[in-house]
């Protein structure tokens, strides 16, 4: 049976994952990382706030806050007869079909990347929330990639530790968080 299949709602904190189908790689070459990135600001930062991510060769992890529906709504007027659930699916689902289909291509494979469906889990407290970043920041470390999760160079909190200026997160309201 399918887990974590439930829409993702407006206001709401979401831990995102998902890994390559059978375990598979996601990431072949830096370029990779780059366009999901890319992929990240023009799918979906339209309809979430980012507050951590990490990209592994062959998963990912979000953490994200799910717009007002006032905010979906004002991105997608000709939607307004859809529930606003759907479209955050939709919009997800365009991201990674957009990011499989480039894979495809340049890697002349066919098929499914991804695992279906993409998991999620609703933070629903500050603590659920301060420990899910935390967790996502140091999956490199779980994973035996390095030692201190701060080297890690496809994760946000290389970025922001290193001060580099990304418009997909919500530095902010990371700090904010994080303070509190």
Known sequence: ????????????F???????????RLFFDDRNYHYFIKLMKSKI????DIYAYC???????????????QEIRRMF??????????????QFSNMFNSYTQAINKHYGRT???FELPFRRKLISTH???????????NNPVKHGITMNPENYCHSSLFTIKNGIDDPLLSLEAIKALLEN
């Open 1 to 12: 049976m399918k887990k974590n299949i439930y829409p993702l709602e407006a206001e709401c």
């Open 14 to 24: 979401y831990h995102i994952f998902n890994r390559g189908i059978n375990s598979q």
């Open 45 to 48: 930062s339209c309809i979430v």
């Open 55 to 69: 990209l592994l060769k062959n998963h990912f992890h979000f953490l994200v806050k799910i717009k007002s529906e």
């Open 77 to 90: 007027p000709q939607k307004d007869t859809i529930e606003v659930s759907k479209i955050i699916s939709q």
């Open 111 to 113: 098929g499914k990347l």
């Open 127 to 137: 603590e659920q929330l301060i420990n899910t970043i935390h967790y996502i920041h």
